[in-house]
């Protein structure tokens, strides 16, 4: 099953995490938190958890927020990918 079909599948509205790969830098928090903003407004609430990997080289960032539907989730899956350094989105 295509992964549209199993968005078109939640129950909306639903809490849902962005989950992305980032080479390790000092701004990327703020780069993030910026897009989101962009993208959602300043009236949206949302989660942010950073986990370092095991050289420090690396960044693994959930994003967990209320989603209205599979529209939003795809065009923020876009926007959060145009973050300059990140190597995996999920």
Do not use: N
């Not at 095991?54 to 599979?70: F, N, P, Q």
Request: hydrophobic fraction near 40%; include cysteine; proline fraction near 4%.
């Amino acid at each position: 099953m295509a992964l549209r079909d199993q968005l078109d599948q939640l129950d909306y509205p639903c809490v849902y995490p962005f989950k992305l790969v980032f080479e390790s830098r000092s701004t990327l928090e703020a780069e993030i938190e910026e897009q989101l903003r962009s993208e959602l407004g300043e009236g949206r609430e949302w989660e942010l958890g950073m986990r370092p990997s095991r050289t420090g080289k690396y960044i693994s960032l959930t994003v967990t927020l209320s989603v209205e539907g599979a529209d939003e989730i795809e065009q923020l899956h876009h926007a959060l990918a145009r973050v300059p350094g990140v190597m995996v989105t999920l």
